[in-house]
């Protein structure tokens, strides 16, 4: 990387932790829809799913989101707070 300019070593940096950031939530949409998936069906959906598979699949995934936002809020509460703390 020592060829390029300090502006492209930003805009490369920025692409690959935009790219970082995309991955990371596509494993996370994948890891909640197989969990979510096996939680709440049941049987083979036919054309749709039943009210109740409907139900739980929205349930699911909205608690996996509260979850996860969550988990940033506190991580990143901590974060500020040792950056706080350390000086």
Known sequence: ???FDDAT???????IENEQAQQRLN??????????WDKCIT???????SR????????CVER??????FMVNKIEQQRVQAGASSH
């Open 9 to 15: 070593k930003k805009e490369l940096a920025t692409f």
């Open 64 to 69: 996996f989101l509260d979850t996860s936002l």
């Open 52 to 59: 109740s598979e409907g139900s739980c699949l929205a349930n």
């Open 27 to 36: 494993s996370s949409i994948q890891s909640f829809t197989s969990m979510c």
């Open 1 to 3: 990387m020592d060829q």
């Open 43 to 49: 049987g083979t959906p036919s054309t749709g799913f």
